[in-house]
Structures are given as structure tokens and as C-alpha cells.
């Protein structure tokens, strides 16, 4: 393959070899919000009154008497008898000086776009907020929310928000199940959904999916229905079904003004998965969330009023809640929101978004990084991007080879990379770079955020050391951090605290259930979840780990790695792997696969059989099932995969490896 078909780059491996620093470019740093080396010793010296800093980046109606309560560990409390209101801060604290700019871009799929100022968003907002209160809506009753990327969800958050009901939102492509299982956990009697939206150009029917949920929630449901797709797909509501544009029409002019919460009230729930099938209710609080999220938009985003600030992720999970709609609402800014697919109508489509509203500041994920690369930097060099000045990754482990991909092609060597860790109970960003401040390791998120300490530990709880795998832990609270699981104090315990309970370290420890490694300038290289670790032979090894040492070979579009049962070695590594177009599915191949995983990690961790896919099988979210894979490596009765996106992929991969036994 040639350089300019896009699938090989020459430059980029001999780049990695010889340069694992970078340093942050001289015009990012000069204009960065936080420059100041010292703001690291300044929160170990002075924690926890540091976290003022957060909390001074938003507004309090009264102030806080303590920062930290840590009398009833792990049961924290941030600003302490504080009061404020989240919707307030996002939004009516901006009218003074904001009241013309922009508050959301919204770009549809089938390419109309849709603007809010800040006031026409306080506009819709109140009377949104005045329809809930007119359907019943009252202060702390949850309201459900099913909805993809249209600006009546982030609207409808904000309105919950000022009326001091906490939202929970369904990832829109969950299925009905998923969204009764939530609805039900949270008691929810309401629910804002829409009529549907587009995917890949076509309308996509939702209000079917959301009504077949509703059927199973056990409590009476009154639903509110955004009518997104106009006159394409006309939907005669029932009894309890009401119409968006109606009831905000109804309450045209009406003042809600915002309801005074404590610090500690809970501003939303967000289901997520754990071990078990039942999903975790995360609780995320008014006071210490808003102000984690207000100031890691600012230290690590770099946000600033005047930016255009794009988060391609979906509203429907933290990464959208946190850096789509309230850190960068809190701070003013210009959140941008795209409804679709980065490959409609063409493999161009995000930077073509990049380019004509001049972007300044993009987040996404490691996944949509390889498709980029996947789909060759012919596509971003066709737009200007020279509007960027920062890129960020969340959610998942960016392998080296990406991330100087996303550095050269996207960033033009000219813009920082952060490689933020967190979850969606950390509520924000916990291990990263400091733009302006620290450099860069491609592969590694970086150092714990100045006043967040984190370490990796042996499962006894003991620093493993420089560069050895271990245990992610956070041994100190945050403002952002989950308070418990919705009505199950027991189960929050069990989940994050227990394996390093104060019993036996005489220290709270927060388990995030990752495995990474800390280098000896003290950054972090996540390793992927520790149900992910495998161990061959005794030894430990990270799947993604693994999985990084594979997608650095040319040829290689994306790879799993799981560990499948082995006679001798209990565990053997299976390597699942999607070539790039152009590249042969050879035995050769397969060979400088496996040389690839001797050359980055040892030969103990060497693939039993590569195996090559067309797919992966995927959750509707986008997620790896590596259960399956392990199932299928060792070849046991394969359970549900009725909720892959793609589940005919099972039967082909498993053909395959019978196949290869034989
Ligand atoms: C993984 C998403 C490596 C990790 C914000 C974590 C990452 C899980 C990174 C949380 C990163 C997230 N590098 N791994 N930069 N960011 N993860 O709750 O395994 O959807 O535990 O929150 O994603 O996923 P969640």
C-alpha cells in the first residue's frame, strides 16, 4: 500500500519510535486557562479548601459552611448547607452578558440546523419548566427522558433542573426493555421522548420503542412527545400523551423561577452497567457535580465564552451530560450538538461540521478515531480545521498509533491532546493532562487533575510500583463523585468501596474496577477494566494492552483481545481482528500479528489463533462484547446476544474457529 491511500503512514510508526513526548505547542499554552504549574502543590498544601476553585467558577445563592463533610465515609458531602440551581447557572446567569450569543448549535442529520441564543434557550426552558409543573411534575420526582441528539433533550434536562426534579436520561438507542428496567428503577411516572429522528437518512421510528417501554413500567406514565420528524411520520397521541410544541405554545411568556436546592439534592440519575445485568442508578448532586463539571471544562477543555466547543458523544450517556450541556453551559459557551453518523452522507461529515462553524475545541472517542483512520486523512485534509486549538478523547484506552493519527491529521501537530479517564460515576475528568501545563505520552491519559489522588495498587491494596500493572484506585473523595446508587447505599458500598474498605487500609478507596499502570513521572496508562484482565499462565495481562501492540501494525482496522480457556495456561490470549480494506487475510499476516504482540508485550502473551472478522459483535452503545468472544474462544454455549447490534456476526466468528479446529 502507498502513503497517500491512507491505510499505511511510514511516518507515524518512526515518529512514535523516536519521539514519546510532546510537548504542549507554544500558542495553545500562551492562551490557556490554567498555565501555572503550582496549581498541583497548591491543592496538595491546601486540600480540601482547593476545590473552592470549582466551586467559585459557578453561581450560589448562599455559600457553602464546609467544603468536605467526611464524617460519614464514604458517604461524602461537598459544599456543605451550599445552595444554588444547576438550570440557573446554565442558563440565567449568562443573560446579562451572553443574552445574543450562542448557547446551542444543533446540526440535524439530513443537514438543516437549528440555533438558541442564550435567551431563546432561557426562553424555552422556563416554559418547559412551566409544563412540568403544570403536568404534575414536582420538585424531586424523576423524569425520564428517551431522546436522541435534538435540543428539546438538553432543554428538558435544564427544565427538570430548574424545578428541582432530577432527570434520568435513556441512551436512545437502548431498547424498550432497557428503558422500562430504568423507568422503574427510578419510579419514573414521566417521560419526555420524541416521534423519532434520523439515521443514515432515514427516519427511524421511536415513539413505538418508547411506547413499548412505557407498557412495562409499573407506575401510570404521563409522556411528553418532541416532534422531531414533522410532517414525515404523523403520530396521533393518546390520553397521556402530550405534544411538545403545544405545551410550551401554552405557556408562552410564563416566569418559573429557578428553585433553590441544597448543594447535596440530587440533580440527575444515570444508569449504567456493573457485573450484574441489573443496571446501577448513579446519583449525581447539584452543588459538587455542577462545580466539577464547570471546572474541568475550563482546566482541562480549555473552554472559554467565546468558543465554539464540539462533544461528539450522545447526551444519552455522562460524557453528554457533563460535556455537552452543563460544563460548558455553566461556562457560557457554545455547545455544538450533531444528530447523526460520522460517515453520512460521507466519511467527511464531522469535519465538514468542524469547518463551517469553526470549531475550536473537539471531544470525542478512541473508537471514532480508528474509523477516521480507517476511512483515510483524505477526508479531514479536504476541510479547514484550522479553527481547532484543542482535542480530547474519553472512554476508552487510545492506543498510540490513533492518537498521532488524531495529532497530524486532525490537530495538525498544532493542538494538544487530552486523554481524559473517568467514568460515569466520577461524574468528570479525574486522570488527565493539563493542556497548557504538562506534556504529553501518547497511549497514557497523564497525571490524577491537581487535588484527585489516584494510584495503582496489588490486590492487597499496596503500590505496585513503576510501569507494573496493577489496580486503579482513588484514594481521595472528589466534588464530582457519585454520592450512591439510587436506594441501594448497600450496593454502592459492595461495588466501589468494600475491596478497600477503611477496615484494612484505614483509608476510604474508591474502585473504579480498571486495570492500569503508573509510569515514574506518575502517569497513568489505563489498561481497560479488570473483568478484561486475563492471566496466562499465572501472568496478568491487560487485553488492551494487548489489543494496542496489534492495532499499531498496518493493515489493522481494529482488533479484540479477550482470554479463552486453556488447558495448560488457564487462559489463552484470542485475537479478533478487522483488517483495513486492501489487506489480505493471510497466515503471513497472522504472523506479524503475533510477532507484533511478542515485540510490544512477551511472548506470554502470545495469540493462540487470530481470528478474522468482518465485525465485532457490539452493544447498541458501540461497546465490545468481550464476554461473547471469550465464549466463543472457549467454545461454551453462547448466552443472549439479543442485545448486540449486530448479532449474525456471532454465528459467522464461531464458525470460524470451529473451523479452525477441525
Ligand atoms: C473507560 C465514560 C482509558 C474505563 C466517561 C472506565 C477509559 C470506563 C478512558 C468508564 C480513557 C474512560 N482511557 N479508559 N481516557 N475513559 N475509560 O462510565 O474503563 O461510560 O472505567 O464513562 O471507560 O465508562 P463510562
Not at 411538545?244 to 439534592?265: K, W
Not at 465564552?305 to 453528554?320: L, Q, R, V
Not at 475491596?499 to 484494612?504: P, Q
Not at 487500609?505 to 484482565?533: H, N
Request: net charge negative.
Amino acid at each position: 500500500m502507498s502513503e497517500e491511500d491512507g491505510h499505511t503512514d511510514g511516518g507515524i510508526e518512526a515518529r512514535l519510535d523516536e519521539q514519546d513526548v510532546f510537548e504542549p505547542p507554544a500558542s495553545f499554552v500562551e492562551q490557556a486557562n490554567v498555565t501555572d504549574e503550582g496549581i498541583y502543590e497548591e491543592f496538595e498544601e491546601n486540600w480540601p479548601d482547593a476545590w473552592e476553585r470549582a466551586a467559585e467558577l459557578i453561581e450560589w445563592e448562599e455559600p457553602w459552611d464546609r467544603i468536605l463533610d467526611d464524617s460519614n465515609e464514604p458517604f461524602y458531602e461537598w459544599f456543605v448547607d451550599g445552595k444554588l440551581n444547576a438550570s440557573y447557572n446554565c442558563v440565567d446567569r449568562h443573560l446579562d452578558e451572553r443574552a445574543e450569543e450562542v448557547a446551542i448549535e444543533w446540526v440535524g442529520e439530513p443537514g438543516e440546523s437549528r440555533t438558541y441564543t442564550y435567551e431563546e434557550l432561557h426562553r424555552e426552558v422556563t416554559e418547559f419548566a412551566a409544563a412540568l409543573y403544570e403536568l404534575g411534575v414536582g420538585e424531586d420526582d424523576v423524569v425520564a427522558m428517551y431522546m436522541p441528539m435534538i435540543p428539546e433533550l438538553p432543554i428538558a434536562m435544564l427544565a427538570c433542573a430548574r424545578i428541582g426534579a432530577p432527570h434520568a436520561v435513556v441512551f436512545a438507542g437502548f431498547s424498550p426493555d432497557a428503558l422500562a428496567d430504568r423507568m422503574n428503577a427510578g419510579d419514573s411516572s414521566y417521560l419526555v421522548t420524541c416521534d423519532g429522528y434520523y439515521r443514515r437518512g432515514d427516519p427511524l421510528n421511536h415513539i413505538e420503542k418508547a411506547r413499548s417501554g412505557v407498557e412495562k413500567v409499573d407506575q401510570d406514565v404521563t409522556s411528553v412527545v418532541v416532534d422531531r420528524l414533522g410532517d414525515e411520520r404523523a403520530v396521533d397521541l393518546g390520553p397521556d400523551e402530550h405534544d411538545y410544541d403545544t405545551l410550551v405554545q401554552e405557556q408562552a411568556g410564563a416566569t418559573v423561577e429557578p428553585v433553590t436546592r441544597d448543594a447535596e439534592d440530587m440533580l440527575f440519575l444515570m444508569y449504567t452497567s456493573g457485573t450484574t445485568g441489573e443496571p446501577k442508578g448513579v446519583k449525581h448532586t447539584t452543588g459538587g457535580y455542577l462545580a466539577y463539571a464547570a471546572w474541568t471544562s475550563h482546566a482541562v477543555l480549555d473552554l472559554k465564552p467565546e468558543d465554539t466547543y464540539w462533544c461528539s458523544a450522545d447526551i444519552g450517556w455522562i460524557t453528554g451530560h457533563s460535556y455537552i450541556v452543563y460544563g460548558p453551559l455553566a461556562l457560557g459557551t457554545t455547545t455544538l450538538m450533531y444528530e447523526g453518523t460520522p460517515d453520512y452522507p460521507d466519511n467527511d461529515r464531522f469535519w465538514e461540521i468542524c469547518d463551517e462553524y469553526d470549531v475550536d475545541v473537539f471531544y470525542t472517542a478512541p473508537t471514532a478515531i480508528r474509523a477516521f483512520m480507517k476511512w483515510g486523512p483524505e477526508y479531514p485534509a479536504a476541510h479547514d480545521l484550522s479553527s481547532l486549538r484543542l482535542l480530547g478523547s474519553v472512554g476508552e484506552p487510545i492506543n498510540p498509533r490513533a492518537w498521532l493519527w488524531y495529532y497530524e491529521h486532525i490537530g495538525g501537530e498544532e493542538c494538544p491532546i487530552v486523554d481524559t479517564w473517568w467514568q460515569t460515576e466520577t461524574g468528570g475528568m479525574m486522570i488527565t493532562t493539563l493542556p497548557g501545563i504538562n506534556d504529553m505520552k501518547p497511549g497514557s491519559a497523564g497525571p490524577p487533575l491537581p487535588g484527585i489522588g489516584a494510584d495503582v495498587v496489588d490486590p492487597s491494596g499496596d503500590p505496585v510500583g513503576a510501569d507494573r500493572a496493577g489496580h486503579l484506585v482513588v484514594n481521595r473523595p472528589w466534588p464530582g463523585m457519585l454520592r450512591t446508587l439510587y436506594r441501594n447505599d448497600e450496593r454502592f458500598l459492595e461495588e466501589y468501596w468494600r475491596e478497600y474498605s477503611k477496615s484494612e487500609r484505614d483509608q476510604w478507596v474508591y474502585f473504579p474496577e480498571d486495570g492500569a499502570k503508573i509510569d515514574a513521572d506518575g502517569y497513568i496508562t489505563v489498561l481497560g477494566r479488570v473483568d478484561d484482565v486475563i492471566n496466562v499462565s499465572g501472568h496478568r495481562l491487560g487485553t488492551m494492552e494487548i489489543e494496542s501492540a496489534i492495532v499499531g501494525v498496518p493493515g489493522v482496522a481494529e482488533a479484540a483481545v479477550v482470554g479463552g480457556d486453556h488447558e495448560l495456561k488457564g487462559e489463552a490470549v484470542y485475537v479478533y481482528l478487522i483488517t483495513e480494506d486492501g489487506q489480505e487475510e493471510t497466515d503471513a499476516f497472522r504472523d506479524e500479528i503475533v510477532a507484533a504482540v511478542d515485540e510490544g508485550i512477551g511472548p506470554i502473551a502470545r495469540p493462540e489463533e487470530v481470528i478474522f472478522t468482518p465485525e465485532l459483535p457490539k452493544t447498541r452503545s458501540g461497546k465490545i462484547m468481550r464476554r461473547l468472544l471469550e465464549d466463543i474462544a472457549s467454545g461454551k454455549e453462547l448466552g443472549d446476544t439479543s442485545t448486540l447490534r449486530n448479532p449474525e456476526i456471532v454465528g459467522e466468528i464461531a464458525e470460524q474457529i470451529g473451523g479452525a479446529d477441525e
